[in-house]
């Protein structure tokens, strides 16, 4: 029974964590949401300057050290472009492909802290129309993000602070 106790705290742990958004470059919420957890399970955890966590576990001696280490940012992309039509080419950050992007919501944080929310897409995403939808490449020249705002020109999108 005790190993489902444990189970079920890490499935909720880790939800949460994932509930945080943490783009690369923002990623101050969760790395502290994870240091405040260590410290409410009784362990001396501390951020260092570059925002990772370091937690002390104890232990009998030096010599048999553990050192964990994670990520707690999220793949993506950042904006490289307002296109004329307000939607939002982007660049790769960490990785991020864009065949694995088409149809996702996502956030677009900007540097002033404001967070709007959006589609990712093929720039020509009606099957209806675009013959060639089921053989396009997708890339991130392809694939753009489409707001959840009244934008229909650069313009617009700029005013949002992107």
């Given at each position: 029974m005790m190993e489902k106790q444990y189970a079920d705290y890490s499935w909720e742990m880790a939800s949460r964590l994932l509930a945080i958004d943490s783009p690369s470059g923002y990623t101050e919420k969760a790395a502290q949401w994870v240091c405040d957890r260590f410290r409410q399970l009784g362990f001396d955890a501390r951020l260092t300057r570059k925002g990772g966590v370091l937690v002390d576990f104890g232990g009998e001696n030096k010599e048999d050290g553990l050192l964990l280490e994670a990520h707690t940012d999220t793949l993506g992309?950042?904006?490289?472009?307002?296109?004329?039509?307000?939607?939002?080419?982007?660049?790769?950050?960490?990785?991020?492909?864009?065949?694995?992007?088409?149809?996702?919501?996502?956030?677009?944080?900007t540097r002033d802290g404001r967070v709007y929310e959006g589609t990712c897409q093929l720039h020509d995403p009606s099957i209806h129309v675009n013959g060639g939808y089921n053989d396009a490449k997708r890339s991130w020249d392809s694939v753009e993000i489409i707001l959840d705002e009244d934008v229909h020109s650069q313009e617009d999108v700029k005013a949002l602070g992107i």
């Open positions: 992309a950042m904006v490289c472009q307002v296109k004329g039509s307000g939607a939002l080419k982007l660049t790769s950050l960490g990785g991020m492909n864009a065949n694995n992007a088409e149809a996702e919501n996502v956030r677009v944080y």
